[in-house]
């Protein structure tokens, strides 16, 4: 079975600073995908990055960027130029691609931009 | 990606009821999830529907209390049945898939009194 872990319960950031927010998994699977999604107080679930296993060149979506280290089955995501709008849960996502392809989460960490 | 109505957004039950929570997507998708999320918790899969089969439940979570319909490849509905104050909690639905990820439903917030 494939979990995840996301060992920083809360993080916070000074408005445009950078923070990194960590994730590993645990997996056979060769081939996966891999998700950062964001959860507002809106409660809509939001997806910020993706990246697939099998490419070695990290994600970047604007000012989010993923550190994917699949030796290490680690997937961090850095935000840059901290925005008070980036105030969220953030959840760390594994899918396999075949079979039922559900996605497992990790526990989520709760990051606060400061003004 | 798809786009997906849920409803209702929140609601206030009687202990001992059931409610139904719908899912309405604007294209087809194969696969459907429902999850459930603790407050200020991660989501936790309640099963998965396919559409002309019965759904799949994770370990934990059986058809008698979640009855899952999915009677097209748009729509999709979770019933929490008998409910006790322990079923409080947000629901989630999504589809899509692949690369591109799920697309989630906006949550139902349900509260058992």
């Known amino acids: 079975a494939q979990t995840v872990t996301q060992s920083q319960p809360e993080m916070s950031v000074q408005e445009a600073e950078t923070v990194t927010l960590s994730c590993t998994y645990d997996?056979?699977?060769?081939?996966?995908?891999l998700f950062w999604y964001k959860q507002p107080p809106s409660r809509q679930m939001i997806l910020v990055i993706r990246q697939e296993a099998y490419k070695q060149q990290n994600a970047t979506e604007n000012r989010f960027s993923v550190n994917f280290q699949k030796a290490a089955k680690s997937f961090s995501l850095k935000i840059s130029d901290s925005q008070l709008g980036d105030t969220a849960m953030y959840f760390c996502?594994?899918?396999?691609?075949?079979?039922?392809?559900?996605?497992?989460f990790g526990a989520g960490t709760r990051l606060t931009v400061k003004p | 990606s798809a786009v997906i109505s849920q409803k209702p957004s929140r609601d206030i039950c009687q202990r001992g009821t059931s409610l139904t929570i719908q899912c309405q997507v604007d294209?087809?998708?194969?696969?459907m999830f429902w999850y459930r999320q603790q407050p200020g918790q991660s989501l936790t899969l309640i099963a998965t529907?396919?559409?002309?089969?019965?759904?799949?439940?994770e370990s934990g979570f059986v058809i008698d209390k979640f009855p899952i319909s999915r009677p097209n490849l748009t729509f999709s509905t979770l019933t929490v049945s008998n409910m006790s104050p322990e079923d409080s909690s947000i629901y989630l639905c999504s589809g899509g898939g692949d690369f591109y990820g799920y697309t989630f439903g906006s949550g139902t917030r349900l509260t058992v009194v």
């Open positions: 529907a396919n559409q002309g089969s019965e759904a799949t439940y």
């Open positions: 997996t056979s699977e060769n081939n996966y995908y």
């Open positions: 996502a594994f899918m396999k691609t075949y079979n039922n392809n559900d996605m497992r």
């Open positions: 294209s087809q998708v194969t696969m």
